[in-house]
């Protein structure tokens, strides 16, 4: 298999900076690591103004390459990638922390950041606050990560109702993110890739603007990541376009009819 991917970011409708980063690394042709494709993709969606929030996220996209390709380089194997996703939050979140703590023009400032490391039909997918990881296979798309918002938690809780949590001054609140505190909680999944799915990274300017059911119709008929990126963002600035907008696709295809996923050996 090999992986398309494209990311892009745009300022949005109402805001006057840009707070989000994104990544969009192609690692399988730089001949160290064995496995192929080999991708490093994330986005990230700073909190503070323009001082704080767009360092921080700068900083978390920044750490989380560093972090990863040190890890790869020293052996860092498939079964570890949860693992290495996790140590590069960590490492990132003490960085936007101590940096949030010195300077007093960067202080309440943090970013969310949602991670997938790609190796052959395996994707490590790692997570902190809103921002989203779907896979999209057929005509369905999953969230694969898991929303640390306040509306979130109050969905999975069932106190409130939908109308209820809408009509909330804390539904846009998120509850976690990096650098808020020292220590920080990092979920992390892992998902099977097939021929033909797509990974679909996204902060909350679009799907806080574009709902799924039209994000799942744009992937299924734009096709190519490039497009797909930018029909999304059109889409959201259309719907209001209140907050930055950062999308990141990479779609699977198979070069190898005998050949689907990496060997054995180096699976999880």
Not at 94 to 112: Q, R, V, W, Y
Request: proline share 3%; with cysteine.
């Amino acid at each position: 298999m090999r992986i398309e991917a494209f990311g892009h970011t745009h300022i949005g409708r109402s805001r006057g900076w840009n707070e989000d980063n994104y990544l969009c690394l192609d690692l399988s042709g730089r001949g160290v690591f064995p496995w192929h494709p080999l991708q490093l993709l994330a986005v990230a969606d700073g909190i503070g103004g323009h001082a704080g929030g767009g360092l921080a996220s700068s900083l978390a996209i920044e750490i989380l390459q560093e972090s990863v390709l040190s890890h790869l380089i020293n052996g860092g194997a498939p079964a570890d990638f949860q693992e290495i996703l996790r140590d590069a939050n960590n490492i990132a979140n003490a960085k936007i922390f101590g940096a949030a703590s010195e300077n007093e023009d960067c202080k309440g400032m943090g970013t969310t950041l949602a991670a997938a490391l790609v190796a052959g039909d395996r994707a490590a997918v790692s997570n902190v606050g809103d921002s989203r990881v779907y896979l999209v296979r057929n005509n369905a798309l999953h969230q694969v990560s898991q929303d640390h918002s306040w509306s979130a938690e109050q969905l999975r809780l069932n106190v409130l109702s939908e109308q209820e949590i809408r009509n909330s001054p804390f539904k846009n609140m998120i509850t976690r993110s990096l650098g808020f505190d020292s220590k920080i909680a990092i979920d992390t999944f892992e998902t099977v890739l097939l021929e033909d799915d797509y990974l679909l990274l996204c902060t909350d300017g679009l799907h806080g603007e574009v709902d799924e059911p039209l994000i799942l119709k744009i992937i299924r008929r734009k096709k190519t990541p490039e497009k797909i990126c930018r029909k999304l963002i059109e889409k959201a600035n259309l719907h209001g376009g209140r907050d930055n907008i950062t999308t990141v696709v990479a779609y699977l295809k198979n070069d190898d009819p005998q050949r689907l996923s990496i060997s054995p050996s180096i699976c999880v």
